[in-house]
């Protein structure tokens, strides 16, 4: 028996209401370009639309012209999506409590989560969103996974509860030590300030 090896999201597809008000969600709240549209084709009753997220992959969402959106809460029981979530940089993730409270849109407000902050709000079907925003960036070479297990890793050894940004700032400086060459004989930190 072998693995089936996946490499990375292809594309999600949300149920959503009618083509304008996912429109008006999806680019107009969210700002993710609305790229291409056909019909569902294993349902010609329904639109397919298709938006950028921001890193070329694609977030469809099917729609129907008889369905309205509802603020009503999405199952999130086992099996079923709990939230969905984007990744905002730390400029953008500063100005979204404005963005959203000028439309009247209810949120969480800033959720600090050691690695990362976020904010919660639902889409107008009452599907939880996440806008989450890294505090790192990982070194040249490296993801955001290298450098949050490693950081997991260091967290652990240490029998601390959850990464923050010590565990980060431990974990970078692990994997630059580890890929990069150096003519030094003693990598350690030093003071060049002691007298």
Known sequence: MKKIQTQGVHHITITGADRQSSIDFWEGVLGMPFVFEQPNLDDAKQGHLYFDPGDGRLITVFTSEDRTPGRHRIDQG??????????????????????????????????????????????????????????????????????????????????????????????????VTERTNTLSEDRGPKNPYST
Do not use: Q
Request: aromatic share 8%; hydrophobic share 40%.
């Open 78 to 175: 086992p099996g079923s999506l709990h939230h969905l979530a984007f990744n905002v940089s730390k400029v953008s993730f500063d100005h979204i409590v404005a963005r959203l409270n000028a439309r009247g849109i209810t949120h969480s407000g800033p959720k600090d989560r050691g690695f990362m902050d976020s904010i919660y709000f639902r889409d107008p079907n009452g599907m939880l969103v996440e806008l989450a925003s890294y505090r790192f960036e990982p070194p040249l070479g490296f993801t955001h996974t290298d450098v949050l297990h490693r950081a997991h890793l260091i967290r652990v050894a240490a029998g601390d509860d959850h990464i923050d940004t010590e565990h980060l700032a431990d974990a970078i400086e692990a994997l």
